[in-house]
């Protein structure tokens, strides 16, 4: 069980993909979805197609572009929005996370969206769950130019926003953005034990992490 200090605790910044929603329908897009429609755009095969795409997936991750729609639009030749479209019925929320909302809206708490998805990644999330009325903010790091790795994201929020870093609580699956947070003084991170409903529990390292979001109820 995990006991968090909620009295201390004003602001919630939740990240969005594997933390409240089920990291299944972007790795299924990105892994599957994406090399298959890629192979079949392009007149190749699917094995050539992940070939071409895999190292320049590993070449932008944890960059602002890696979350660009608009920069794999480019790269690949084709519309990453639309075919995402093609699968959006996979997008799911974790269990129970609109309990945990509800719960923080009700005690009061600033609760805030952060990620690093492409505004049109967010709107077409949140034209399939009804995330925005549990949030003060929904923010992009697009917004800001940064992805929540580089500390100046952290900088650019704390100016946008206003929130102490000491009485904040921040839940994300990456553990490079909870460490990158970690360093900015955040007080209170979780990361996620298993943001893939369809792949095993991860390691979460020197992180606690959420398993059942009723287990965090203030």
Same mark, same amino acid.
């Given at each position: +069980?995990?006991?968090? &200090?909620?009295?201390?605790?004003?602001?919630?910044?939740?990240? +969005?993909?594997?933390?409240?929603?089920?990291?299944?329908?972007?790795?299924?897009?990105?892994? #599957?979805? /994406? &090399?298959?429609?890629? !192979?079949?755009?392009?007149? =190749?095969?699917?094995?050539?197609?992940? %070939?071409?795409?895999?190292?320049?997936?590993? !070449?932008?991750?944890?960059?602002?572009?890696?979350?660009?729609? %608009? *920069?794999?639009?480019? $790269?690949?030749?084709?519309?990453?929005? $639309?075919?995402?479209?093609?699968?959006?019925?996979?997008?799911?929320?974790?269990?129970?996370?609109?309990?945990?909302?509800?719960?923080?809206?009700?005690?009061?708490?600033?609760?805030?969206?952060?990620?690093?998805?492409?505004?049109?990644?967010?709107?077409?999330?949140?034209?399939?769950?009804?995330?925005?009325?549990?949030? %003060?903010?929904? =923010?992009?790091?697009?917004?800001?130019? *940064?992805?929540?790795?580089?500390?100046? *994201?952290?900088?650019?929020?704390? !100016?946008?926003?206003?929130? %102490?870093?000491?009485r904040s609580l921040f839940i994300d699956d990456s553990?490079?953005?909870?460490?990158?947070?970690?360093? *900015?003084? =955040?007080?209170?991170? /979780?990361?996620?034990?298993? &943001?893939?409903?369809?792949?095993?529990?991860?390691?979460? #390292?020197?992180?606690? !992490?959420?398993?059942?979001?009723? #287990?965090?109820?203030?």
């Open positions: +069980m995990i006991q968090l &200090p909620w009295p201390d605790i004003d602001t919630v910044l939740l990240d +969005m993909d594997g933390t409240l929603l089920d990291l299944h329908f972007d790795n299924h897009f990105w892994l #599957e979805h /994406l &090399p298959q429609r890629y !192979a079949e755009l392009h007149g =190749i095969s699917r094995q050539q197609a992940e %070939d071409e795409l895999l190292p320049l997936f590993h !070449a932008h991750a944890g960059q602002l572009q890696w979350y660009c729609t %608009d *920069f794999w639009s480019r $790269e690949l030749k084709l519309s990453v929005r $639309e075919l995402k479209r093609e699968v959006a019925h996979l997008i799911a929320l974790r269990p129970d996370a609109d309990t945990f909302l509800a719960a923080l809206r009700a005690a009061g708490k600033r609760v805030v969206l952060i990620t690093n998805a492409h505004r049109d990644s967010l709107s077409l999330k949140l034209e399939r769950i009804e995330l925005a009325p549990y949030f %003060d903010r929904l =923010i992009s790091s697009h917004d800001y130019g *940064f992805p929540k790795e580089d500390q100046q *994201f952290w900088h650019a929020l704390q !100016a946008d926003f206003g929130f %102490d870093p000491a553990l490079p953005i909870l460490r990158s947070a970690r360093q *900015f003084g =955040i007080a209170q991170l /979780l990361a996620v034990r298993q &943001p893939d409903s369809q792949k095993p529990p991860k390691d979460s #390292e020197e992180f606690a !992490a959420v398993e059942d979001y009723r #287990e965090l109820l203030p």
